[in-house]
């Protein structure tokens, strides 16, 4: 399997329409970073659920999600699945969450999720992170969205079965849906591992990705 490193990490941002989009599309990835690189910071923006059981539950399973990081977490009020009629909240979140941190990896949702709200949120990241490498986490749901991917992080069967029981342990809200259980979490992680030659894995969309492979001089 082709691999390319993203080279070395000491602040990542992630960010998610809902408590539990970061964790489900990337929380396997998450903790692969947090215990690869002791004391990163993690900026972590969420545009719905605040002052909600939902804002609580996010908190617990961030910390869990990311042991030993540097943990910012904002969890906004916005009305869930009303995005586009509140792009400018959202624009603006963005926009601070940028002038506040330079990351060197964005976790997002993909630009061609089916969900509206994780639709907007990717496209506002990819202007306001324009120089910055953003990965598109994928979200498995009703929509039948999931498609071809080209990035993937290889997971530990370890890591693998912690991310899923975290996301059991810690959002007791959602565990009424029909998708949110171990095998559809650990299925998808099974088929991606299929796809990069490992046991487990998490995959990303790639909107745009600039090269430096030591044949080119900035200065020139």
Do not use: N
Not at 15 to 34: E, K, N, Q, S, Y
Not at 142 to 166: C, F, H, I, N
């Amino acid at each position: 399997m082709i691999r390319l490193g993203a080279g070395p990490l000491e602040r990542i941002v992630a960010v998610g329409a809902h408590c539990d989009d970061v964790a489900i599309g990337a929380g396997g990835t998450l903790l692969t970073l947090c215990q690869a690189h002791p004391g990163l910071r993690v900026d972590v923006l969420v545009l719905t659920g605040g002052g909600s059981e939902r804002e609580q539950e996010e908190q617990a399973a961030l910390a869990a999600f990311c042991p030993g990081a540097d943990l910012r977490l904002t969890v906004l009020k916005l009305a869930d699945g009303r995005l586009p009629a509140q792009w400018e909240e959202a624009k603006a979140a963005v926009e601070e969450l940028r002038e506040r941190t330079e990351p060197d990896l964005v976790l997002a949702p993909r630009t061609d999720d089916a969900h509206q709200d994780h639709r907007g949120l990717a496209q506002l990241m990819t202007t306001a992170f324009r120089d910055h490498l953003v990965l598109g986490y994928e979200i498995v749901k009703w929509d039948g969205d999931l498609g071809r991917m080209a990035a993937y992080q290889p997971l530990s069967p370890k890591t693998a079965e912690q991310k899923v029981t975290l996301l059991q342990e810690h959002y007791a809200s959602q565990r009424h849906r029909p998708w949110y259980d171990r095998e559809a979490f650990l299925g998808l992680a099974r088929i991606r591992g299929i796809e990069c030659h490992a046991r487990y894995a998490e995959a990303f969309a790639v909107a745009k990705l600039t090269l430096d492979l030591g044949t080119f001089d900035m200065g020139e």
